[in-house]
């Protein structure tokens, strides 16, 4: 039986094929993420991941035969653009949809994680557009984090950002770094991160955060799964 220890849902959207692949490539044994994927239109911009909101419900419904235990709304940017407390927000239509069902959402793992590591000046990639990029840094602002850089790769299309390289995330983690930060966040659940994440810790001296690698944690730790992962970074070995 699959998922025998635990089920953990993923709300994802559409075109991700990124986060439940990183996730179960990673799962503990007898841990099960299961996907139910959100309406979505494709493109990375403001009003379309602001509508991500309007499918948590159903997609939350089409996962309660599965037993989860806990759901993680997979989407950084659909978990911040409305600004601080948007995640909360969402956490509290996924918890009403079933008793005793535990939630996150990427952008909650990411503080928590940010706030473990003690990271608090923090250099940050992403593959968004500019005007993205700035809901994500108000964001951070307000959560109590200073962005000392930030850069994205301009990409509108999802789909295309899960087209990246591994290697993609690595040069453009490198690029954001500078001598004033702490660590590093890579955004985006549909960007892979997983196959370079302990290199750059290595390279960089400087923890690392991914949004997949975030999320893993949080909801692992709310399933109550504490072992440590070997190869994504300090946050998994915490």
Not at 67 to 73: D, H, I, N, P, Y
Not at 86 to 97: A, L, M, N, P, T
Request: hydrophobic share 45%.
């Amino acid at each position: 039986m699959y998922g025998w220890r635990v089920r953990i849902g993923l709300l994802v959207v559409a075109s991700d094929v990124t986060c439940a692949s990183e996730l179960n490539k990673f799962a503990p044994e007898g841990v099960s993420f299961i996907i139910s994927r959100m309406k979505f239109l494709g493109k990375v911009i403001p009003k379309t991941v602001e509508k991500l909101a309007d499918e948590v419900e159903n997609a939350t419904e089409l996962l309660l035969p599965a037993k989860v235990k806990v759901v993680a709304f997979c989407c950084t940017s659909g978990s911040f653009i409305k600004g601080s407390d948007w995640d909360k927000k969402i956490i509290e239509i996924i918890e009403s949809k079933g008793i005793g069902i535990s939630a996150t959402t990427t952008s909650t793992a990411v503080i928590k994680a940010l706030n473990q590591l003690k990271i608090k000046n923090v250099a940050v990639a992403t593959p968004y557009i500019k005007e993205v990029n700035e809901h994500l840094k108000r964001f951070l602002i307000t959560e109590g984090f200073n962005v000392v850089s930030m850069k994205g790769l301009e990409i509108i299309d999802d789909a295309d950002v899960n087209n990246l390289p591994p290697y993609a995330a690595y040069s453009l983690a490198k690029e954001v770094n500078v001598p004033e930060a702490d660590g590093i966040f890579i955004s985006c659940t549909s960007i892979r991160t997983f196959e370079v994440i302990d290199l750059l810790e290595k390279d960089l001296g400087k923890p690392i955060i991914s949004s997949n690698q975030a999320t893993m944690w949080d909801s692992l730790r709310k399933a109550n799964i504490s072992l440590p992962i070997k190869g994504l970074g300090r946050l998994l070995t915490l």
